[in-house]
């Protein structure tokens, strides 16, 4: 079965660094979405991505956050000047079309140190 | 008032017992309804979808949906341990991203 794949699984990182996190949905999904979870926290909606342009942000999403979609299979998650509080794990997800769920990939924990 | 909420738990239950866990969401605009099931450190696996009112089973999994009442709840039939994890509460805004709730932790007991 077609699965969404993250790099790292891992990634630790100084403070202030600047972190790119990988994602490959599956290939025929058109809809793509970046969430964190904080350490015992909920999953949290941080972007959706259609037709190769943002349709939704949320409040955390801010000017230190980018997504790309640099070709025709990867998804990425561009963190700036990292902070303690971007420790988390991220989830990127996938669906073909608005009425199917979103299939999750196996996240990417992220260390801020 | 939180957009979805669940009870946190631990919801705990004898091995082969019914599991019933519970979501409440408050924008009534929602259409779409999830249960994700998420082990310790694991990604959310998807259970059950429901998008209208009534009864969805799919083995020993059945989701229930009611609009009206803004509630949407999964019941797990013949609990096993490996039933054991935090259950996901998602539901897809008119704007199609997912609002998940904190989740429902169960213990499933030997």
């Known amino acids: 079965e077609p699965e969404v794949t993250q790099t790292p699984s891992h990634q630790v990182t100084q403070m202030g660094q600047e972190v790119i996190l990988r994602c490959v949905p599956i290939?025929?999904?058109?809809?793509f979405y970046w969430y964190r979870q904080i350490l015992g926290q909920k999953v949290e909606f941080l972007v959706s991505f259609y037709n190769n342009e943002i349709s939704e942000k949320s409040e955390i999403f801010d000017d230190q956050f980018s997504v790309e979609r640099p070709d025709g299979s990867n998804f990425t998650l561009k963190i700036r000047s990292t902070k303690l509080e971007d420790s988390a794990m991220y989830f990127c997800?996938?669906?073909?079309?608005?009425?199917?769920?979103?299939?999750f990939g196996d996240g990417t924990r992220l260390s801020i140190l | 008032q939180k957009e979805v909420e669940q009870n946190s738990g631990p919801l705990s239950v004898p091995e082969g017992a019914i599991a019933s866990l519970n979501c409440t969401y408050s924008d009534r605009v929602s259409q779409s309804f999830f249960w994700y099931r998420q082990y310790s450190g694991k990604s959310p696996e998807l259970i059950m979808s429901?998008?209208?009112?009534g009864d969805k089973e799919d083995g020993r999994f059945t989701a229930q949906l009611n609009k009206a009442s803004q509630y949407v709840s999964l019941l797990i039939r013949d609990s096993q341990p490996s039933d054991s994890a935090t259950y996901l509460c998602a539901v897809d805004k008119a704007d199609y991203k997912y609002i998940f709730g904190t989740g429902t932790r169960l213990k499933v007991l030997a």
């Open positions: 290939s025929n999904h058109l809809y």
């Open positions: 429901i998008y209208s009112n």
């Open positions: 997800a996938s669906r073909p079309n608005i009425n199917q769920p979103q299939h």
